[in-house]
């Protein structure tokens, strides 16, 4: 998700003319904590580990004898990246970048920001970029053409969850724990208003948040 106090929508046609092309910032209260236990669960701890270790397991093949360099997207991969990294044998890095939230699918403009970019140098090597959620694909493509830009051997995408029916952009990732509906989920590294990240499972979160 990204920030918890700051939305950004698109201008309706209740604004003013000069208003309608630009993007309104509104601060918005923080929403009631719903307790976690009070959510569905989709996947169980157990689940996530058990297909996770599967993913790392088919990357420790898919690259024998080889070296790659795990690239997670702070912060909603942290916790995926570090199961998967734990369940790949192959010689691995790791490294993090972070994009803001600020245009991804809920506002109009569709546009993603870095605001970290990668330590070291990726060229000439193998990287998987390691993302908690394939959503509208927005945030995966525009870090993949910036990843390309630094010419590594190969660039594939691992992702925990894929929701496919929420695709703006066409892209696809190379290794997927769980393909799900459009719902709105939380936990396991992934956030409503930065809360929930450390629940152990994956959850439904009640409502559809404002642009999903
Ligand atoms: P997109 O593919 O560019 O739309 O963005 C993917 C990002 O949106 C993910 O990394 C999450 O931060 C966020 N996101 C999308 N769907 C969910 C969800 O169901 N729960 C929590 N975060 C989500």
Redo the contacts with the bound molecule.
Sequence with gaps: ??SPLVRTLATAGTFSSSWQSATLRIIMPLPAYVPPQKMEVLFSREQLAERVHELGTQISADYAGQSIVLIG?LK??AIFLSDLARSITVDNTFDFVAVS?YG??RVSSGQ?KLIKDIDNPIEGKHVILV??????????SYLRQLMLQHKPASLKIATC?D?PD?R?VPIEADYVCFKIPN????GYG???AERYRGVEDIRI?PETPAG?
């Design positions: 998700m990204g997207v909603g991969a939230s991804r699918a993603v993302e908690d959620i394939l959503d509208t694909g927005l945030t995966l969850l929701k929420r703006l719902r709105f989920v939380v992934m956030d409503f979160y999903h």
